[in-house]
């Protein structure tokens, strides 16, 4: 599985996730400030699970209906960066298959995973 960081993803989660393999695109490396519907088409076109710490992403999976490979929303506000990225390798490597076509949320607490139909 491939993977698409928004700009606001810790560096250190896309390190970590470098580490374990797939391809990570960070879209800091690539074209910071671009707009959201930019990022989600770049997902589509690369056919990559979308990483995020934006809200806003559900609004156009769900409100939208915007199509996506998959969506994992981190909020894991106050915990050191590395610490945030062995919680969401951990995550995704325990639910890979299941973030194919979902939207997901990592906290503090676990994953919650919301599948969606076409």
Known sequence: MNFLADENVDRQIVDHLRQDGPHVWYV????PGISDEAVLDLANREEALLLTADKDFGELIFRLRRLAPGVVLIRLAGLSPTTKA?????????????????????????????????
């Open 28 to 31: 800091a490396e690539m074209e």
């Open 86 to 118: 062995e919680i969401v390798a951990s995550a995704i490597n325990k639910h890979t298959t299941e973030l194919q076509r979902a939207f997901a949320v990592i906290t503090p607490g676990g994953i919650r995973i919301r599948r969606w139909s076409v």
